[in-house]
């Protein structure tokens, strides 16, 4: 069954800190990986994307890992701020489709506290 | 400017009412699909559209109905709305003709059936 899990569920830091959510995903055949982020009342909006040969990309302060072989990935935000609170959603599809299926995860809830 | 658009924004109604959730996009992109996410929960499909009179049922199954007479105009509609309707709905669409293309999301709509 493909599957997108995300952890932690929760995730309260202090404004600059840096930190990672982690992703783990059984979707296959693999298309790509992309991050989003959602703040509270809106639409996910894309932060990176990665295909099956990308190990890292970052944009801006955010990097995103890939680890095809243990289907894993990871999203590091450096020097948090205020408006980093978000719910940050691991999004997996597959080729397989011409619809181009998207598997979600459940989403990490970050929380930057001044 | 190129988006997508959703209206209204939020929703609050009685039950037995008719109602119709409106998404436009302006960027031309062929598929389209609605989501239902409550909170702290993954996104899931409940309805998509490959394109002008294409439209297909996704995995959650749903009360609701979609219609796609314009490429550019996705509407969702609940005949008689009750309280286990009461749910985020979020508008998508991707463009590119296979496969896993971004799909952009629009500020979604929040329904509340008394």
């Known amino acids: 069954k493909n599957q997108v899990e995300q952890s932690p569920q929760s995730l309260i830091i202090l404004e600059g800190k840096n930190c990672t959510l982690q992703c783990n995903y059984t979707v296959s055949p693999f298309s790509n990986l992309r991050w989003y982020k959602q703040d509270t009342g809106r639409g996910p909006v894309s932060l990176t994307i990665m295909t099956f040969s990308e190990n890292t990309k970052s944009n801006g302060r955010y990097t995103a890992t890939l680890d095809a072989d243990t289907k894993q990935s990871s999203l590091h935000i450096t020097a948090s701020q205020l408006s980093d609170s978000a719910s940050y959603i691991c999004v997996v599809s597959d080729r397989g489709s011409t619809l181009g299926r998207l598997y979600f995860g459940r989403g990490t809830q970050l929380t930057v506290w001044p | 400017e190129a988006d997508i658009y959703q209206t209204p924004r939020y929703l609050v109604i009685g039950t037995g009412k008719k109602i119709t959730l409106e998404c436009s996009q302006t960027m031309g992109h062929d598929k389209m699909y609605w989501y239902q996410q409550d909170p702290g929960m993954e996104l899931h499909l409940i309805h998509y559209?490959?394109?002008?009179?294409?439209?297909e049922k996704g995995d959650l199954s749903s009360e609701s109905t979609v219609s796609r007479i314009r490429t550019e105009h996705f509407p969702l509609t609940l005949e008689s709305a009750r309280p286990s309707h009461t749910s985020q709905y979020l508008c998508?669409?991707?463009?590119?003709?296979?496969?896993?293309?971004?799909?952009?999301f629009g500020p979604g709509t929040r329904l509340t059936v008394l």
């Open positions: 559209s490959y394109g002008v009179n294409s439209t």
């Open positions: 998508a669409s991707s463009g590119g003709a296979q496969g896993a293309g971004e799909q952009f």
